[in-house]
Every structure is written in C-alpha cells, then in structure tokens.
C-alpha cells in the first residue's frame, strides 16, 4: 500500500521527463502489486481470520481510517494485484504514445491512486471509510476516463459516467445511514441482528440499487458502454476487470455477510437482473463496430452471469441447502476471477490495436493477423475463455455455474423449478451468443484482407504491451488446465464465509491441480488437462497416418475462389454489420432499427452516390431514461423559479426559519 | 485397464462407422428418388481419394486456415471418446460430462467460424455468419433437454444417464422421454446441417451454410474436416440411441461375447437412426433462412414442455 | 394403460403446438386431421376397455363418430371451401410465429397454475392428463386470436372443441352418451354455417382476412 503511494509521488517529482515517469511509477505499481498478491495468497494458505491495521484514529467520531482484511478481501485484492500486474507491465509501452503529447505524469499519478483507492475499498472495516474510499475510487476514475478530455465524446460519457455513479452512491449513503439508526454503530464485523425486517428489506434494496448501479446491470448500465471505450487503454482494463467487481465484493460483505439471507425473494431478484443482463448485454454487444463498445457490452453480459450465480447462492442460502449456496458462490467467485482475466486481456489487446492502427471501428480494420501476429494469438486466448471454450479457464466458471443450477432444481416448488431452467436456457444462449460475438471481432479485426490504409500500414506493438497481454492469456489458459488451484484458495475463502468447504466435495488434493474437478453426490468428471492431452495426441496421430496414407504434403498456394471475377476487393469480405444481421433480424424486438438510403444525384435512378445508414435504436436510453430526464429537468427549472426570486429579502428569509426550526427540533426532539 | 480399452474400443468403432452412416442416409434418399445412387462405402473411397490429393491454400490465409482441420477433426475425436456406446462397462474418468461435450464440440465450431472469414471470401463470412445464429439458437434447447435427463438420472455424467435409461426400461412410453427425443432429433438435424436446416448436398452457394465454410478447403484438409463433420454426427446419433433406444438392459449374460452383442444392437440402432433421420429429410424441403428461428423455438419448447411434464407435473 | 393415456395427452397437446406453427391452409387441415385421429384413438382405447369391463358401447360408439366427423368429412368439407381462395399461404401475423409458440408454452405453465388446486382431480399425484388437454382448450382460443384469416377461427373453434371433449374424457372416463351426440349435432350444424359463410364472403370479396371488417366501421 505504502508503494502504491511511493509510486504516486514519484510520478509527480518526474514530472518534467515523461520517459522516467512511466518507468519509475509503472516499476512501483508492479511491485506493489507484487505484495499485494502474496500476501493476500498468505493469508489465504494460513487460514488465518483476519489482519487488522489502524493507521489513524482521528478525533472526528466515526470517521478512522482502519482497515481489516479478512478472506473475501484477501481474495479481491488477489485478482486486483494480479490484474495491475500485468496491466502495469503494458502501460510502460502503451503510454509511450502519449509522450510528450499530454501530461504523463497527472496520467501515473491519477493511476496509482486509483489503484489505491479500489485497495482501499477492499479492506475498509468500517462504513465511513468504505464510502470515503469509495467516493476517492468514483472521482478518480472520472477523472481517468476523461484524460482525453478534448473530444466532445468522452467529456459526454464521463458526464453521463459521474451522474450515475453519484446516484448509486446517494443509495448507499441512505442504506448506510439505515443502518447506524438499526444498531448505533458503524462498523461492517458487527452483528446485524437486532434489525427488524422491514429495515432489512429496506437496505437490502438500497444496496442492491447502488451496488448494480456500479455493476453495471441492467437496468442500470447505460454508464459502462460511454465509460469504457472512452478511457485510455490500460485504463479501461482496469476499470472493466476490478472496479465492477468491486459491487459484488460490497454486495456480498454487505448483504450476505452483514445482513444474513433469510428471504428467498432477495436471490430471486439479483437472478432475474442477472438473466436480463446477460441476454440484452451479449445482444447489444453483437451489434456494435466499435471494438471497446463491444467490449464493454460484454462486461455487461459477464456481470450479469455472475449475478446469476450470486442470485442461485442467495436462494439456496435462503432454503438452508447450504452446500448448494456455497457450490453457486464457488461458481460466482470463479466467474469474477476468470473474467479479471479474459477481459483484462481482451481490452489490453485492443488497446494493442488502437495503438496500431490509430482506429476503433472494427470496419476499418482486417487483416491484422499477419502484421501482428504475437498480438493476435495472445487476443485469441482470451477470446476463447470468454467463449467458454473448453481447456480455457471461463469453461470451468460457467460449468461450475451449471451444476449449482442442477444441484437447485429438485426441489418441491414448481414455480422455482421453472424459473431455474429458464435461467439454465438464458445462460445457454447467452455463452453461444457471446462465442458468435467473439467469433465476429476476432475474425473481422484479424482475419481476411485489410480494409484500409491504416490497418494495412500496421506494426507490430511495443515487447512489454505484449508481456502484459501475454501474462494474462497465459494465465487464462492455465487457470483452464489446473483448475483447482484457484478453486483451492477460492474454497477458503467460502468456508470462511459460510463454514462450507466446496473442495471436499471437488475430488483432488491440493496443488495436485491436475486431477479432475469431481462433484461428489452426482458422479460426473471434468478434466480440461486430459481432453488437452488427448486432443493433442489425436492431432499428432492423424499428422501421422495423413502421412503414411496420404504421402507427403504438398500444397499449392492461390487466390481466393472468386466466383469468376478477377479481382476480390476487400470490400467485398463480409463486414461486422453483415455477420450480426441475421441474429439482430431474430432479436428485431430488441433493437427497432431504422434504415435510411439517400441519393446524390439528378435522378434516382442513375444516382452519383448513394448513401445507406442503418441506426439502432438503445431502447433503455430512449424509453426509461429520457423520459425521467425530461420530468426531472422540467420538475427542477418550476423549482428554481419558486425558489431563487433573486431577492436579498427572501434569502435572508430563509435563514430565519431554517434558524427557527432547528431550535424547535431541538427542544423537542 | 478394461475401461481404457473400452473407450478406445469405442473411439475406433465411432471412427470405422460415421462415414457409413453418410452413405446409408444418401442411399436411402437415392433410392426414394428411384435412382441406384453411389455405394453405400462411398464416403470411405472419398476420404482416401482427397487424402492424396495436393491442397490449394489461399494466399490470404493465415496458420489459422491450416490449423482448423485438424482442431476440428481431434475434438470430434476426443468427444466420440467421452461419449460410451455401451453401457456395460464402467466408467472411467473419461467418461465425461456431458456439458463438457458440448463445449468441446463448440471449440471445433468457433475455429471452423473462425477459418472461414481467414480466407477473405465473401461465401465465408457468409457460412460464418449464419452457422453463429444457428447454433445460438439451438443452444438453449440442447442444454434444457439435457438437464431434463440428468436431472432424471441425477447426474450429468454421459454414463450415468445412459445407465439410468437402461433401467427405465422403455423410454419412449413416458411423455417426458418422448418430447425430449423429438427435440433432440431437431437438434440434430441443426447440428448436423441437415435437411430443412442446411442442405448437405447443395451446388449453390448461396444456400449453403456449412458448405460455405468448407468451400476454400481441397486435399487432405478437405477429408479432415469432413471426417470430423461425420464423427460430430455419430457422436449425437449416439446420445440419442443409447438414451432413448436402450436395449442393454435385455443382455443378461457377462462377458465379451454380451460385449460384442452390445455393440452390433448399437450399430443396427445407429442405422435405425439414420433411416429415420433419411426419411425427414426426404419428406421435407430446406426452410427459409429465417423460418429456423421457428423450428429452434418449436424444439425449444419440447424440451421446456419435457421438463415440465416431469418435474411440475410429477410424471 | 395409464402411460398410454399420457403419451397420448402430451402427443395431443403437442400436436395443437405445431398447430400454431403453421401458416399453409393445407398444413392446418392436415393437423387438424392428425389431432382428430389421436383423439380417436384415445377413445377407441377408452371405449375398448369399458366394454371388456363393463360391457357399455357409448364410448367406442363416440370413437367411431369421431372418426367419420372429425377425420373425414369436417376435413373434406374444408378442403373443398378453401379450394377456391386464391392465396394458401398466410403471410401477415401480428407477432411472429416463435413469439407465438412460446406464448404457448406460457398456456400451458399458466394451465398448470390454475388446474393444480382443484382437489377433485388431483388425488394423490398431480392430473397430467387433465393439464395438457385443457392447454388444448386454450390453444385453441389463442390460435383463433392470432390468426387473420377466416379459416384460423374455423379451426381454432374445431380445436376448442376438440379439448373440450379430451378433458371431459379424462376428467371423467366417458361423458353421458346423450351429452356427446348434443355437441356433435351442434357442432356440425356451426361449422356448415361456418363454411356456407366463408364460401360467400370469398365470392363477395375476393378475400378470407377479417382484420378487413374493420373497413365497415362507423
């Protein structure tokens, strides 16, 4: 922690030589990060409860900066570091380009106290201090995303960004000012059982609204598409892969840990959120040809995965089948983890591209496999985990998740049961639509001809961009083999948390990580390392016998089959909008887009140009957000007017009573 | 020791069969056209031929293009290893999760997606395209019908549904058994880019959908992922005979000779299949691109009706 | 013969989805026909084993209508009305037809809400039987809603009835004899109307699409 802020300082006495700033601060957040994975792993491998800090107490009551790290943020701080890691490995070569150009140290500066704040977040003990850190993480975060504050667009979004983010947090200051009223104190290991039930529904429901707030699930989400493509690269990597995750950590200290789950409704509305998300997310990700938009879609769809899996652990906590409950927070867990990692790599990679190519619009780009292509094998790793293709790590998340849906169902309840296997349908079609996503921006920003002059003119990045990049995919891939060795430090932190242990149920000892995942009680094997060495085996035996039956290979190398023309020009590949059409012709509810074909010309039948614009309507925006606006903004101005009259009179006025009632308040009171 | 060389006794029976399996459906059609049609060997003699034959590759391909054949052919091959023809043997660990298979077989689909839009063809992008919202759509009703079943046999390991079938006894009297085999059969026929899906034997580009990302591929390559196409096919027409066709429970007596027995009913179950699947495909036409979202929402529901049938309706 | 009866119920229920699914006017006369004959057959199999237990005919009398009715002629007459109409393939829906099939299955999980409290039919395990065929009443009904032609509310009045008499089977072994030639007569009466109707409104208009009454508004 203390080098995080080492590493902030010295970002600003560089501030005259951008080439030791990078270094020097991107050196201290890696090696802070460094300390923060293994101390978190430490804590985790010795069991122990918990670690308790407290730098300052201060005489202002309630507010005490003291931090206490316990299992659950042993582990978020876990996949913080190892995110900042290799982020911080990229940025030394990616904010090479902004030499310079901008003020690179404000740039490290901002960075590594965001870092330090979202630490913060994770091992507050204490409301205050958590909402103070988290208030520091939200305006930070503001502040990054709009470093590149001289297009109209990202000044927009970090607008659109810090109003919702102030309104979730305005739920969170009223759930928290609940809860000192319930038990006059403030700190987060207290007991909670003294508070009735309706105030418990009460704050379960503000902290839902501000913690899906910063989740960015539906129908909150509208922030994250704006947020993400407009911060920086390794900014956005960031803020995709920690800083969401961050509402599923206060979701469960909050609710799962302070609150205790007793009613079933509870889980049953984080699910339903959860299905929601994951299809409209994975829908709209589908149909953008901005890669980080598509991106930050996706983050969506993945968040709203992991709420399905919070939402099944609530339920089953709720009916007392405790090792279900903590087989779906296995699954939610995991889910967070690998997604830390796939998106991570995901964005980095197309920060890779940007930085390339100099464009975001998918359209533009193609054929970048052959000018990149160390690039490209790292991004295809990750976009296979995202798919959950098997022996990558994101297969194990949704597997997981798969079998705490099948261990629920079988129960008495019908209308239970039919909801559950409408999520198990929802979870289906999301992992196929998002494979079909991945399939669409690998293959149109890789593969195939170029399709202007700037991805033809492409090179391949920087070493350390591919380092950061690489870390993760690798990591990613390894978490797919051995599995259970995050399993194992996930399952500590859950038998802390509930008293269940996951792996006495996951066959395998520890770090005997290639043993197969085994869930006891229903008899059924995974092991992704097997199926690799078999494929592997398979691949060399058909090589083999293609050889001896075949003779050797010979090939021949030609163009494209043209159908007769002589020429394939690149425009006639398939483009972004062409391989989504079909599925946004299925889904046309969802998207109510509009076509517009306008002519240059003397007549319209012999036309100069012609041109041909498709838009989509974002259905949230412009039915439930728009309309609130429009009252709010209407509702305010009548205010002003009643209120501000612009005379001295009235204001001194209003002093007077504001006076007067807070004495009657006091004597009565 | 027995149970490795049961599953590779199974890999190799899987192997020598799929291609047959090809030339008794085409057979089936040619006769109902009245014509003698090709042998029903046919497709081991084109197997051998493209595997002698030089390759054509695209100068706009990359290692992508090169390395999907055999990415498509070794998954297929490794699922026909997960997937036991037999239910008389136990499992091992590789009798695998049946969830598992699916995915595995996606790894295939995401690279074949992925090497059609390599060679910068507009007919790739095309197959591409399409096969994504097939299989998208398909996917809820594969994972609803099998969470059906295991949810029956309590567990979603291949094997134990298998052996949870064999001791319903005859699966196809109860309604839940009958409405998820009529939404399998569909999934097949999507899954397999079969008739009213995808027309298998089709000249024209514009209507191919798995043809079109097999149309840049010549030689061995060609065999490969063709190969790898029959072996998927089997796979499921596998899943479906042994959990809805299982006659294993009529063997009574032990040994290799049971054995043996076993996998002849199999393989005269398999052609049971592939006669019927033949007949669908002769008594109907390839739909309208956009009348497959009909037919994923019809199997769609025979599934979500299945598991009601069952577990809300107790029966 | 319990499991006959529920392969037999979820085959009828399933039959009137496909109903739903269609868009030709053959495809709808087809089904109709398939779900009549599996209608018959269920009350062949019923009439067949209260005649070897009881010795009474009405039921396997019924069949024996239903199989002359329902499968031969209501079919024939359809066929020989619709022949004449110039388009047979319904092309303007007012939701798509996946939209329309899953609405279905919601019918059917909304059948099962209300039918699984009536204590009389469900003595110690939940009525299967009784589920689906009253899905089958309801199906009918949104078939008559969803459709434009005039045809689709010939049928969907078909398939209510069709229901109607599935369910009263299985709720109670056989209906009064009495009671079951009453709807037949009823019923054959409404559909010669119906179709003497459709003949003129065709002649009249050169159009089957209802939706066009609207046209004769105020």
Same mark, same amino acid.
């Given at each position: 922690?203390?080098?995080?802020?080492?590493?902030?300082?010295?970002?600003?006495?560089?501030?005259?030589?951008?080439?030791?700033?990078?270094?020097?601060?991107?050196?201290?957040?890696?090696?802070?990060?460094?300390?923060?994975?293994?101390?978190?792993?430490?804590?985790?491998?010795?069991?122990?409860?918990?670690?308790?800090?407290?730098?300052?107490?201060?005489?202002?009551?309630?507010?005490?900066?003291?931090?206490?790290?316990?299992?659950?943020?042993?582990?978020?701080?876990?996949?913080?570091?190892?995110?900042?890691?290799?982020?911080?490995?990229?940025?030394?070569?990616?904010?090479?380009?902004?030499?310079?150009?901008?003020?690179?140290?404000?740039?490290?500066?901002?960075?590594?106290?965001?870092?330090?704040?979202?630490?913060?977040?994770?091992?507050?003990?204490?409301?205050?201090?958590?909402?103070?850190?988290?208030?520091?993480?939200?305006?930070?975060?503001?502040?990054?995303?709009?470093?590149?504050?001289?297009?109209?667009?990202?000044?927009?979004?970090?607008?659109?960004?810090?109003?919702?983010?102030?309104?979730?947090?305005?739920?969170?200051?009223?759930?928290?000012?609940?809860?000192?009223?319930?038990?006059?104190?403030?700190?987060?290991?207290?007991?909670?059982?003294?508070?009735?039930?309706?105030?418990?529904?009460?704050?379960?429901?503000?902290?839902?609204?501000?913690?899906?707030?910063?989740?960015?699930?539906?129908?909150?989400?509208?922030?994250?598409?704006?947020?993400?493509?407009?911060?920086?690269?390794?900014?956005?990597?960031?803020?995709?892969?920690?800083?969401?995750?961050?509402?599923?950590?206060?979701?469960?200290?909050?609710?799962?840990?302070?609150?205790?789950?007793?009613?079933?409704?509870?889980?049953?509305?984080?699910?339903?959120?959860?299905?929601?998300?994951?299809?409209?997310?994975?829908?709209?990700?589908?149909?953008?040809?901005?890669?980080?938009?598509?991106?930050?879609?996706?983050?969506?769809?993945?968040?709203?995965?992991?709420?399905?899996?919070?939402?099944?652990?609530?339920?089953?906590?709720?009916?007392?089948?405790?090792?279900?409950?903590?087989?779906?927070?296995?699954?939610?867990?995991?889910?967070?983890?690998?997604?830390?990692?796939?998106?991570?790599?995901?964005?980095?990679?197309?920060?890779?591209?940007?930085?390339?190519?100099?464009?975001?619009?998918?359209?533009?780009?193609?054929?970048?496999?052959?000018?990149?292509?160390?690039?490209?094998?790292?991004?295809?790793?990750?976009?296979?985990?995202?798919?959950?293709?098997?022996?990558?790590?994101?297969?194990?998340?949704?597997?997981?998740?798969?079998?705490?849906?099948?261990?629920?169902?079988?129960?008495?309840?019908?209308?239970?049961?039919?909801?559950?296997?409408?999520?198990?349908?929802?979870?289906?079609?999301?992992?196929?639509?998002?494979?079909?996503?991945?399939?669409?921006?690998?293959?149109?920003?890789?593969?195939?001809?170029?399709?202007?002059?700037?991805?033809?003119?492409?090179?391949?990045?920087?070493?350390?961009?591919?380092?950061?990049?690489?870390?993760?995919?690798?990591?990613?891939?390894?978490?797919?083999?051995?599995?259970?060795?995050?399993?194992?430090?996930?399952?500590?932190?859950?038998?802390?948390?509930?008293?269940?242990?996951?792996?006495?149920?996951?066959?395998?000892?520890?770090?005997?990580?290639?043993?197969?995942?085994?869930?006891?009680?229903?008899?059924?094997?995974?092991?992704?390392?097997?199926?690799?060495?078999?494929?592997?085996?398979?691949?060399?035996?058909?090589?083999?016998?293609?050889?001896?039956?075949?003779?050797?290979?010979?090939?021949?190398?030609?163009?494209?089959?043209?159908?007769?023309?002589?020429?394939?020009?690149?425009?006639?590949?398939?483009?972004?909008?062409?391989?989504?059409?079909?599925?946004?012709?299925?889904?046309?509810?969802?998207?109510?887009?509009?076509?517009?074909?306008?002519?240059?010309?003397?007549?319209?039948?012999?036309?100069?140009?012609?041109?041909?614009?498709?838009?989509?309507?974002?259905?949230?925006?412009?039915?439930?957000?728009?309309?609130?606006?429009?009252?709010?903004?209407?509702?305010?101005?009548?205010?002003?007017?009643?209120?501000?009259?612009?005379?001295?009179?009235?204001?001194?006025?209003?002093?007077?009573?504001?006076?007067?009632?807070?004495?009657?308040?006091?004597?009565?009171? | 020791?027995?149970?490795?060389?049961?599953?590779?006794?199974?890999?190799?029976?899987?192997?020598?069969?799929?291609?047959?399996?090809?030339?008794?459906?085409?057979?089936?059609?040619?006769?109902?056209?009245?014509?003698?049609?090709?042998?029903?060997?046919?497709?081991?003699?084109?197997?051998?031929?493209?595997?002698?034959?030089?390759?054509?590759?695209?100068?706009?391909?990359?290692?992508?293009?090169?390395?999907?054949?055999?990415?498509?052919?070794?998954?297929?091959?490794?699922?026909?290893?997960?997937?036991?023809?037999?239910?008389?043997? +136990? /499992?091992?660990?590789? *009798?695998?999760?049946? $969830?598992? &298979?699916?995915?595995?077989?996606?790894?295939?689909?995401?690279? @074949?997606?992925?090497?059609?839009?390599?060679?910068?063809?507009?007919?790739?992008?095309?197959?591409?395209?399409?096969?994504?919202?097939?299989?998208?759509?398909?996917? +809820? /009703?594969?994972?609803? *019908?099998?969470?059906? $079943?295991? &949810?029956?046999?309590?567990?979603?390991?291949?094997?134990?549904? @298998?052996?949870?079938?064999?001791?319903?006894?005859?699966?196809?009297?109860?309604?839940?058994?009958?409405?998820?085999?009529?939404?399998?059969?569909?999934?097949?026929?999507?899954?397999?880019?079969?008739?009213?899906?995808?027309?298998?034997?089709?000249?024209?580009?514009?209507?191919?959908?798995?043809?079109?990302?097999?149309?840049?591929?010549?030689?061995?390559?060609?065999?490969?992922?063709?190969?790898?196409?029959?072996?998927?096919?089997?796979?499921?027409?596998?899943?479906?005979?042994?959990?809805?066709?299982?006659?294993?429970?009529?063997?009574?007596?032990?040994?290799?000779?049971?054995?043996?027995?076993?996998?002849?009913?199999?393989?005269?179950?398999?052609?049971?299949?592939?006669?019927?699947?033949?007949?669908?495909?002769?008594?109907?036409?390839?739909?309208?691109?956009?009348?497959?979202?009909?037919?994923?929402?019809?199997?769609?529901?025979?599934?979500?009706?299945?598991?009601?049938?069952?577990?809300?309706?107790?029966? | 013969?319990?499991?006959?009866?529920?392969?037999?119920?979820?085959?009828?229920?399933?039959?009137?989805?496909?109903?739903?699914?269609?868009?030709?006017?053959?495809?709808?006369?087809?089904?109709?026909?398939?779900?009549?004959?599996?209608?018959?057959?269920?009350?062949?199999?019923?009439?067949?084993?209260?005649?070897?237990?009881?010795?009474?005919?009405?039921?396997?009398?019924?069949?024996?209508?239903?199989?002359?009715?329902?499968?031969?002629?209501?079919?024939?007459?359809?066929?020989?009305?619709?022949?004449?109409?110039?388009?047979?393939?319904?092309?303007?829906?007012?939701?798509?037809?996946?939209?329309?099939?899953?609405?279905?299955?919601?019918?059917?999980?909304?059948?099962?809400?209300?039918?699984?409290?009536?204590?009389?039919?469900?003595?110690?395990?939940?009525?299967?039987?009784?589920?689906?065929?009253?899905?089958?009443?309801?199906?009918?009904?949104?078939?008559?809603?969803?459709?434009?032609?005039?045809?689709?509310?010939?049928?969907?009045?078909?398939?209510?009835?069709?229901?109607?008499?599935?369910?009263?089977?299985?709720?109670?072994?056989?209906?009064?004899?009495?009671?079951?030639?009453?709807?037949?007569?009823?019923?054959?009466?409404?559909?010669?109307?119906?179709?003497?109707?459709?003949?003129?409104?065709?002649?009249?208009?050169?159009?089957?699409?209802?939706?066009?009454?609207?046209?004769?508004?105020?």
């Amino acid at each position: 922690m203390i080098t995080y802020l080492a590493a902030a300082i010295a970002a600003i006495v560089f501030y005259k030589h951008p080439q030791y700033c990078t270094l020097s601060a991107q050196a201290g957040c890696i090696l802070a990060s460094a300390l923060g994975a293994v101390s978190a792993v430490r804590l985790l491998l010795s069991g122990q409860e918990k670690i308790i800090l407290h730098p300052f107490e201060s005489a202002i009551p309630f507010v005490s900066v003291s931090m206490t790290m316990d299992a659950l943020s042993a582990f978020f701080i876990l996949i913080l570091s190892i995110l900042t890691f290799c982020v911080s490995i990229y940025s030394i070569g990616y904010t090479a380009h902004y030499h310079g150009k901008r003020n690179v140290s404000l740039f490290h500066f901002l960075y590594s106290t965001f870092i330090l704040s979202m630490v913060l977040v994770f091992t507050a003990d204490n409301a205050v201090f958590f909402f103070m850190a988290w208030e520091i993480m939200a305006v930070l975060s503001y502040f990054l995303v709009v470093f590149e504050s001289e297009q109209e667009e990202n000044r927009q979004a970090g607008l659109i960004y810090i109003v919702m983010t102030h309104l979730g947090t305005a739920f969170l200051m009223i759930a928290f000012m609940l809860m000192f009223y319930y038990t006059n104190t403030l700190d987060l290991y207290a007991s909670s059982d003294h508070i009735p039930d309706t105030g418990r529904n009460l704050m379960f429901l503000f902290f839902l609204i501000g913690f899906a707030t910063k989740a960015g699930v539906m129908p909150l989400h509208i922030w994250l598409p704006y947020a993400h493509p407009a911060a920086p690269g390794n900014v956005s990597a960031l803020m995709s892969g920690i800083m969401i995750k961050t509402a599923v950590y206060g979701l469960l200290r909050f609710v799962f840990l302070y609150l205790g789950i007793e009613t079933p409704w509870w889980g049953l509305l984080i699910l339903v959120i959860g299905m929601g998300s994951a299809v409209f997310g994975v829908l709209y990700a589908l149909i953008e040809q901005n890669i980080k938009k598509l991106l930050a879609y996706s983050s969506i769809e993945n968040m709203g995965i992991i709420f399905i899996g919070l939402g099944i652990a609530f339920l089953a906590f709720a009916r007392e089948i405790h090792w279900v409950g903590a087989l779906a927070l296995t699954a939610a867990l995991m889910h967070c983890f690998n997604h830390t990692l796939f998106k991570g790599g995901l964005f980095l990679g197309v920060g890779s591209i940007h930085y390339a190519t100099h464009t975001k619009n998918m359209e533009e780009l193609g054929g970048l496999i052959k000018r990149m292509p160390v690039t490209a094998v790292f991004f295809l790793g990750s976009a296979l985990s995202i798919s959950a293709i098997v022996p990558f790590n994101g297969f194990i998340g949704e597997w997981l998740t798969y079998q705490s849906i099948f261990a629920s169902i079988s129960s008495e309840n019908a209308a239970l049961n039919i909801t559950l296997i409408i999520s198990v349908a929802v979870l289906a079609l999301s992992g196929a639509l998002a494979a079909a996503c991945f399939i669409k921006l690998f293959g149109i920003s890789f593969l195939g001809h170029p399709r202007s002059k700037q991805a033809v003119q492409a090179e391949e990045v920087p070493f350390t961009m591919n380092l950061g990049s690489g870390l993760l995919a690798s990591l990613c891939l390894l978490g797919g083999l051995f599995p259970l060795i995050p399993l194992n430090l996930l399952s500590r932190v859950i038998s802390s948390i509930t008293g269940n242990g996951v792996v006495g149920q996951l066959q395998g000892g520890f770090l005997l990580a290639w043993y197969p995942l085994k869930i006891s009680g229903n008899n059924n094997t995974v092991s992704p390392l097997l199926i690799l060495v078999i494929v592997v085996l398979l691949i060399v035996i058909s090589l083999l016998l293609l050889r001896a039956f075949g003779g050797s290979y010979r090939e021949r190398k030609f163009s494209t089959w043209d159908c007769g023309f002589h020429s394939l020009t690149p425009r006639m590949q398939y483009s972004g909008t062409a391989f989504a059409k079909p599925i946004k012709i299925v889904f046309k509810i969802f998207f109510q887009s509009s076509r517009d074909l306008k002519f240059q010309g003397d007549h319209p039948y012999h036309p100069e140009s012609m041109e041909y614009t498709i838009t989509t309507e974002s259905v949230f925006e412009k039915y439930v957000y728009v309309p609130v606006l429009i009252w709010v903004t209407a509702w305010s101005k009548r205010l002003k007017f009643m209120i501000q009259t612009g005379s001295v009179h009235t204001y001194l006025l209003y002093i007077f009573i504001a006076v007067l009632v807070l004495m009657l308040y006091n004597r009565l009171g | 020791m027995i149970a490795i060389a049961n599953n590779l006794i199974q890999l190799l029976v899987i192997l020598l069969l799929a291609p047959m399996v090809d030339g008794v459906i085409r057979k089936c059609k040619a006769l109902s056209q009245k014509r003698q049609g090709a042998p029903v060997l046919q497709m081991y003699y084109d197997l051998f031929k493209l595997i002698q034959k030089e390759s054509v590759v695209s100068e706009t391909a990359s290692w992508i293009y090169k390395a999907t054949p055999y990415i498509v052919f070794s998954t297929a091959a490794a699922g026909a290893l997960l997937v036991p023809i037999t239910t008389l043997v +136990p /499992s091992t660990q590789l *009798s695998g999760d049946i $969830i598992l &298979l699916f995915y595995l077989l996606a790894l295939g689909r995401f690279f @074949m997606c992925l090497s059609a839009l390599d060679t910068g063809s507009t007919f790739g992008g095309m197959g591409s395209s399409r096969e994504a919202m097939i299989s998208s759509l398909i996917e +809820p /009703s594969i994972l609803v *019908s099998v969470f059906t $079943i295991g &949810l029956i046999a309590g567990s979603t390991s291949i094997y134990q549904m @298998m052996r949870a079938m064999t001791e319903v006894g005859n699966p196809l009297f109860h309604p839940v058994f009958i409405l998820t085999f009529l939404a399998m059969l569909i999934i097949i026929l999507a899954e397999t880019s079969r008739i009213p899906v995808d027309d298998p034997a089709t000249h024209l580009e514009l209507t191919m959908v798995h043809e079109a990302m097999l149309l840049e591929y010549s030689g061995r390559h060609l065999a490969l992922m063709e190969y790898g196409a029959a072996i998927k096919q089997l796979i499921l027409m596998t899943l479906v005979a042994n959990l809805f066709l299982p006659m294993d429970q009529l063997i009574s007596f032990p040994g290799v000779g049971a054995f043996i027995l076993s996998i002849v009913l199999y393989s005269l179950r398999v052609i049971f299949l592939s006669i019927i699947i033949a007949i669908t495909e002769i008594s109907t036409v390839k739909f309208r691109f956009f009348s497959i979202p009909n037919l994923a929402a019809l199997s769609f529901i025979l599934s979500f009706l299945g598991f009601l049938q069952y577990f809300v309706l107790g029966r | 013969m319990d499991s006959y009866f529920d392969i037999l119920s979820v085959l009828i229920l399933l039959s009137s989805i496909i109903l739903v699914s269609h868009k030709r006017i053959k495809s709808y006369i087809k089904t109709f026909r398939i779900q009549s004959a599996l209608i018959a057959l269920t009350a062949g199999i019923m009439g067949w084993n209260s005649l070897m237990e009881e010795g009474s005919f009405d039921i396997l009398v019924v069949c024996v209508i239903i199989v002359l009715l329902k499968v031969i002629f209501i079919p024939r007459l359809l066929h020989k009305t619709y022949g004449s109409v110039e388009y047979k393939v319904e092309k303007d829906f007012f939701l798509n037809i996946p939209l329309l099939i899953l609405i279905c299955c919601g019918l059917v999980v909304f059948v099962y809400f209300s039918v699984s409290n009536i204590s009389g039919l469900n003595e110690d395990h939940l009525n299967l039987q009784v589920v689906n065929s009253f899905s089958v009443i309801l199906i009918g009904l949104f078939f008559m809603i969803s459709r434009k032609w005039a045809l689709g509310q010939m049928i969907g009045f078909l398939v209510i009835e069709n229901g109607i008499f599935v369910t009263a089977i299985f709720s109670t072994n056989g209906m009064p004899f009495i009671v079951d030639i009453g709807i037949f007569i009823d019923m054959i009466t409404a559909i010669l109307i119906m179709g003497i109707m459709v003949m003129q409104i065709n002649k009249q208009f050169d159009s089957i699409n209802i939706n066009k009454l609207k046209n004769l508004k105020g």
